[in-house]
T-cell receptor, first 115, second 112 residues
């Protein structure tokens, strides 16, 4: 158990809908990262927050957004969903912004299926 | 940009066989290197890491050495078990970056 929690575990929805994925980082970790794992793209970095502020952006679509709240939990919002958004979404956390020095600890993931 | 290339899978071995999964990287800076493992139906777990050249990471009988001259971080284990069956990901993180860059993953199956 990494200490990172994600809810829900599974999500099934229809095209055009909007969903929210939630992540609680390990106790004391200030950074939260979101990754998407799909069969065709592999594991891709989406976005990072540090202590409530956006710090880095990767291959995140404009239909997707995220935020980190004062209690440090984070939410990833996916809107106008398409079939291709079906994937496993991981959250990870680390103590600070130094990605090269800190280990990122991953949650169990949320499996999103868009029908 | 930075990238990681892993050997193509799937890899199938018999129990107690020697394992090598090749990983090479391209990076402009001095990255930290990681091996993560994903067991069926689970998230990613850190297996081992190395933060500078010639460092050796080790855990649960697995080892990998950071080779700057060959830009490699190959994963090895002397005697694999059925319980090692999983997908293994090599990854890098540049000291200035805020993200992990992953290889495509190598599915390993160990037969009894």
């Amino acid at each position: 158990d990494s200490g990172v929690t994600q809810t829900p575990k599974h999500l099934i929805t229809a095209t055009g809908q909007r969903v929210t994925l939630r992540c609680s980082p390990r106790s004391g970790d200030l950074s939260v990262y979101w990754y998407q794992q799909s069969l065709d793209q592999g594991l891709q970095f989406l976005i990072q927050y540090y202590n409530g502020e956006e710090r880095a952006k990767g291959n995140i679509l404009e239909r997707f957004s995220a935020q980190q709240f004062p209690d440090l939990h984070s939410e990833l919002n996916l809107s106008s969903l398409e079939l291709g958004d079906s994937a496993l979404y991981f959250c990870a956390s680390s103590p600070s912004t130094s990605g090269g020095l800190d280990t990122q600890y991953f949650g169990p993931g949320t499996r999103l299926t868009v029908l | 940009g930075d990238s990681v290339t892993q050997m193509e899978g799937p890899v199938t071995l018999s129990e107690e066989a020697f394992l090598t999964i090749n990983c090479t990287y391209t990076a402009t800076g001095y990255p930290s290197l990681f091996w993560y493992v994903q067991y069926p139906g689970e998230g990613l777990q850190l297996l081992l890491k190395a933060t500078k050249a010639d460092d050796k990471g080790s855990n649960k009988g697995f080892e990998a050495t950071y080779r700057k001259e060959t830009t490699s971080f190959h994963l090895e284990k002397g005697s694999v078990q059925v319980s090692d069956s999983a997908v293994y990901f090599c990854a890098l993180s540049d000291r200035g970056a805020q993200k992990l860059v992953f290889g495509q993953g190598t599915r390993l199956t160990i037969n009894p």
